[in-house]
T-cell receptor
Framework: GENVEQHPSTLSVQEGDSAVIKCTYS??????FPWYKQELGKGPQLIID?????GEKKDQRIAVTLNKTAKHFSLHITETQPEDSAVYFC???????????FGSGTKLNVKP | GAVVSQHPSWVICKSGTSVKIECRSL??????MFWYRQFPKQSLMLMAT?????????EQGVEKDKFLINHASLTLSTLTVTSAHPEDSSFYIC???????????FGPGTRLTVT
């Protein structure tokens, strides 16, 4: 089955700096890669996603890049704000397969 | 749109009792819902896939007789933890598919504490 690895496990940045979280996957058939933000005591919220036919996607301060050859994808947050502090999870799945494989999570701390 | 709710948000029960957790898609129909378990500071572990009108599919290592799943309608799936033990204490999260298989939306989670 698919194996998703996520790094780093914790990330501390100063407000206004950029943050990058990286994930690798093992199954070349995976073709959908969402990123979720989870605040303490709450369920994960989808923040951005990318499909395998696209190399990069941007939504305001958040961007995701995908390298299919290397089988890795990254989340980029620019101009970080304290409210960005949360745990971020990457995931991978195969179209029509339904099962999502999650990374181990990254705790992002944005210091004011 | 795409709101998923869970009830209750937290529950405390005594060892040996059963507890039911509801997962509802509020503004869309979901033929498939998923149940996850999350331990503190860990990732989400898929427990089972719930399909409306059919039996749930459980992941390896998940006891189907202990974690009963019923997907009675296109907007409701329930997870019943039977004969709960302290080791069942965890954060249980459901998710629901909307439309394309890609779109999966999560509920806010249910904190279960078994004393």
């Amino acid at each position: 089955g698919e194996n998703v690895e996520q790094h780093p496990s914790t990330l501390s940045v100063q407000e206004g700096d950029s943050a990058v979280i990286k994930c690798t996957y093992s199954d070349s058939a995976s073709n959908y890669f969402p990123w979720y933000k989870q605040e303490l005591g709450k369920g994960p919220q989808l923040i951005i996603d990318i499909r395998s036919n696209v190399g990069e996607k941007k939504d305001q301060r958040i961007a995701v890049t995908l390298n299919k050859t290397a089988k890795h994808f990254s989340l980029h947050i620019t101009e970080t704000q304290p409210e960005d502090s949360a745990v971020y999870f990457c995931a991978a799945t195969i179209y029509n397969f339904n099962k999502f494989y999650f990374g181990s999570g990254t705790k992002l701390n944005v210091k004011p | 749109g795409a709101v998923v709710s869970q009830h209750p948000s937290w529950v405390i029960c005594k060892s040996g009792t059963s507890v039911k957790i509801e997962c509802r898609s509020l503004d869309f129909q979901a033929t498939t819902m998923f149940w996850y378990r999350q331990f503190p500071k860990q990732s989400l572990m898929l427990m089972a896939t719930s399909n409306e009108g059919s039996k749930a599919t459980y992941e390896q290592g998940v006891e189907k007789d202990k974690f009963l799943i019923n997907h009675a309608s296109l907007t409701l799936s329930t997870l019943t933890v039977t004969s709960a033990h302290p080791e069942d204490s965890s954060f249980y999260i459901c998710s629901a598919h909307r439309g394309s298989p890609y779109e999966q939306y999560f509920g806010p989670g249910t904190r279960l504490t078994v004393t």
